[in-house]
C-alpha cells in the first residue's frame, strides 16, 4: 500500500457503524431501510487505485460544487483535499436528516515515486477523481525479448 | 408522505446484492415535499424512479470509470443505491418529479390540494 490515508476519524466512524449494526439487528426493521442492509458511508468516502502509471483517490462529494472543493500538496509530499457543503435549506420542517453538513478535510501522505507536478482531479456526479502520476523513470517497464 | 416507513424488499436481484441505501433528508414545505438522497456517482440516466401501490422506490448504480485499476485502499464506495419510501395519500402521485444534480437526487412530492396548509392573512385595522 503507498498511499496512507490519513483520517482521523475512520476509527470512529468504524466503532459508530458496529453499533449502528447492532442496533440494527435488536431493533429490525425500525431502523434499517428498506432494501437494503447497509447504509451508504458518511459523505467523504474513499477508494484509491492504482496502474502502472499512478493513482486515482475517488472520494464521494455529493452536492458539492467544484468551487467549495481545494486541492494542495504541502511541503510534506502530503496531498490535502477540503470542502464544504452547505445545506439546501434551513427554514423547513424536516421529517428525517441523515446527510451530513460542513467541512470536510482529508489528507494524503503521497508515495516517493509521484510526480507532484502531475496531479489533476475531476469532479464528476458528485465523485472527485484525483489522478496522481507516478515518475516515469520509476514507472514499473515491460522489455521486449528480441 | 412519508414517514419513510421502512418496509423490506420482496425480492432482490443478484446483482444489486451489494447495493445500499442512500442517505436521505425529508423537507415538508407548505405544498410539497422534498427528498434528498446522496448517491455519488451515479449518472441521470441509470436512475429508476418508480412510485406504485403507495410505494416510491429509488435504484441506481455507480459508474465506475477506473475499473481496470487495481484498488489499494479502501473499497467504501457502494456498487450502487436503492431504497424504498411508504408515500401516503397526501401526494400528488401524477406530479412526482426528479432532478439529479452534483450526485444528489432530488425528488419532489406535491401535496394535494386538500392536505395543504393554509396561510391565513390578519388584517389590522
Known amino acids: ?146 | 408522505m412519508t414517514k419513510s416507513k421502512e418496509t423490506t424488499t420482496k425480492t432482490q436481484p443478484s446483482d444489486r446484492a451489494n447495493y445500499v441505501s442512500p442517505r436521505v433528508d425529508i423537507l415538508e414545505l407548505y405544498t410539497e415535499f422534498h427528498l434528498f438522497a446522496d448517491m455519488p456517482g451515479v449518472q441521470k440516466h441509470t436512475v429508476e424512479l418508480t412510485c406504485a401501490n403507495g410505494e416510491l422506490s429509488i435504484s441506481a448504480p455507480v459508474a465506475f470509470i477506473h475499473n481496470s485499476k487495481r484498488v489499494v485502499l479502501g473499497n467504501s464506495l457502494p456498487e450502487g443505491y436503492r431504497r424504498l419510501f411508504t408515500v401516503d395519500d397526501t401526494v400528488e402521485i401524477e406530479k412526482i418529479a426528479a432532478e439529479m444534480n452534483n450526485g444528489v437526487l432530488k425528488v419532489t412530492l406535491p401535496k394535494k390540494e386538500s392536505a395543504q396548509s393554509r396561510r391565513i392573512a390578519i388584517s389590522v385595522n
Open chain 1, 1 to 146: 500500500m503507498l498511499i496512507k490515508w490519513n483520517d482521523p476519524w475512520t476509527a470512529l466512524q468504524s466503532e459508530m457503524h458496529s453499533l449502528r449494526d447492532e442496533m440494527q439487528q435488536v431493533f429490525g426493521g425500525l431502523l434499517s431501510s428498506s432494501g437494503s442492509r447497509r447504509h451508504a458511508d458518511d459523505i467523504s468516502a474513499v477508494r484509491i487505485l492504482e496502474d502502472q502509471t499512478g493513482y486515482i483517490i475517488e472520494m464521494a462529494m455529493p452536492g458539492i460544487a467544484k468551487d467549495a472543493i481545494d486541492l494542495e500538496v504541502d511541503t510534506d509530499n502530503q496531498l490535502i483535499i477540503k470542502a464544504h457543503r452547505k445545506r439546501e435549506s434551513e427554514d423547513v420542517i424536516l421529517h428525517r436528516h441523515e446527510r451530513a453538513f460542513g467541512d470536510i478535510c482529508h489528507g494524503f501522505d503521497l508515495p516517493n515515486d509521484v510526480d507532484r507536478e502531475q496531479i489533476d482531479a475531476e469532479l464528476r456526479d458528485g465523485l472527485l477523481h484525483v489522478s496522481v502520476s507516478k515518475r516515469p523513470e520509476l514507472q514499473h517497464r515491460s522489455i521486449e525479448v528480441n
